[in-house]
């Protein structure tokens, strides 16, 4: 079974510009979490989709970032404009959804520094 | 909101050892326990799990110990190897209505296991 998938890897932009993040979730995996991690710290939740609607963004920095997830399968994560404190390491997670699995499966990653 | 206290930020061990790890929870209401081991340059992979319906939980060398009263969990390693090398995060969650399990994590335990 193919894990979540995340693109880039690996992001190097500019303060005020904006940067876009893609995750692929296991296949049939209703549920579709992104997370930010600042080194050294834990992940901590920006958005849960449950299918191609949102259940919790109470954490997610609308003035700057968006996130959606189209067709309820792959979702991107947008931050416009970035800034500096935004340098992490993006993580997009799945799980199969409710009444059926808690565990969450997580995809490597996007580490962005913002310059 | 859910705050998870985890201890000690970091741990070393000499290979063989056991090595345990701490964390409490605030949410009397949360109901699921993950584990999570980070290797350098990955995303989290789930380790093992507990529900509040279970007060204890092994896997091979990995037990897991949940006291609800006390709002504590606990990682258990047993004859550890250098290949347990990485950072541990611990995380509670609770179900949201028609929604998978958000997770609250701590701030994580590097742990060192040395030949």
């Known amino acids: 079974e193919a894990g979540v998938a995340q693109s880039p890897r690996y992001k190097i932009i500019e303060k005020r510009q904006s940067v876009a993040f893609w995750c692929n979730p296991i296949?049939?995996?209703?549920?579709l979490y992104w997370y930010q991690q600042i080194l050294g710290q834990g992940p901590k939740l920006l958005i849960q989709?449950?299918?191609?609607?949102?259940?919790?963004d109470s954490q997610l920095p609308k003035d700057r970032f968006s996130a959606e997830r189209l067709k309820g399968v792959d979702s991107t994560l947008k931050i416009q404009p970035a800034k500096l404190e935004d340098s992490a390491v993006y993580l997009c997670?799945?799980?199969?959804?409710?009444?059926?699995?808690?565990?969450?499966?997580f995809g490597p990653g996007t580490r962005l520094t913002v310059t | 909101g859910e705050n998870v206290e985890q201890h000690p930020s970091t741990l070393s061990v000499q290979e063989g050892d056991s090595a345990v790890i701490k964390c409490t929870y605030s949410?009397?209401?949360?109901?699921?326990f993950p584990w999570y081991k980070q290797e350098l340059g990955k995303g989290p992979q789930l380790i093992i799990d507990?529900?509040?319906?279970?007060g204890e939980k092994k896997d091979q060398r990995i037990a897991v110990t949940l006291n609800k009263t006390a709002k504590h969990f606990s990682l258990h390693i047993t004859e550890t190897q250098p290949e347990d090398s990485a950072v541990y995060f611990c995380?509670?969650?609770?179900?949201?209505?028609?929604?998978?399990?958000?997770?609250?994590f701590g701030k994580g335990t590097s742990l060192l296991v040395t030949p």
């Open positions: 949410d009397s209401a949360s109901n699921y």
């Open positions: 296949s049939g995996h209703a549920t």
């Open positions: 989709f449950q299918n191609n609607g949102v259940v919790d």
């Open positions: 995380a509670a969650s609770k179900s949201h209505s028609n929604s998978g399990y958000a997770l609250n």
């Open positions: 997670a799945s799980s199969l959804g409710p009444d059926s699995s808690y565990e969450q499966y």
């Open positions: 507990i529900r509040s319906n279970v």
